[in-house]
C-alpha cells in the first residue's frame, strides 16, 4: 500500500520536511514515522521533524483536536498527521482481520 498525497505546505515548514512530505507518495505507509538512535534516543517521529508520534496520540487521548496539535507543532505539516492517522486505522483494520 502507498500513500497518495498531494501537498502544498506553506513556506515557514522547513525544507526538510517538506521534502520528506512530498515523498510520501513514493513510500510504504511506515515511512510517516521514523525512529532513528540520533534523533531523541529512537523515538518514534514524524518523518523530518523531532516531533514525537506519541505526542499526537496523547493530545488526542487528552480529548484535543487535530488542529491544536498541529497548532502546538508547527513542524508536522496537516498532510503527514494525518497519514499517521490513517496509517494507525490501517494496522487496526488489518489486524482485526488476521486469524
Known sequence: MHWKLE???????????????ATLAAMKPASVVHSDPEILGGT???????VPVQALI?????GHTLERFLDDFPSV???LAIA??????????AD???P
Request: a positive charge; glycine letters at 6%.
Open 7 to 21: 501537498v502544498a505546505l506553506p513556506m515557514a515548514v522547513g525544507a526538510q520536511t517538506r521534502v520528506a512530505v
Open 44 to 50: 518514534p517521529v514524524f518523518v523530518g521533524t523531532r
Open 58 to 62: 496523547d493530545y488526542m487521548q487528552g
Open 77 to 79: 505539516p496537516r498532510e
Open 84 to 93: 499517521a492517522l490513517e496509517q494507525a486505522k490501517w494496522h487496526l483494520i
Open 96 to 98: 482485526a482481520h488476521t
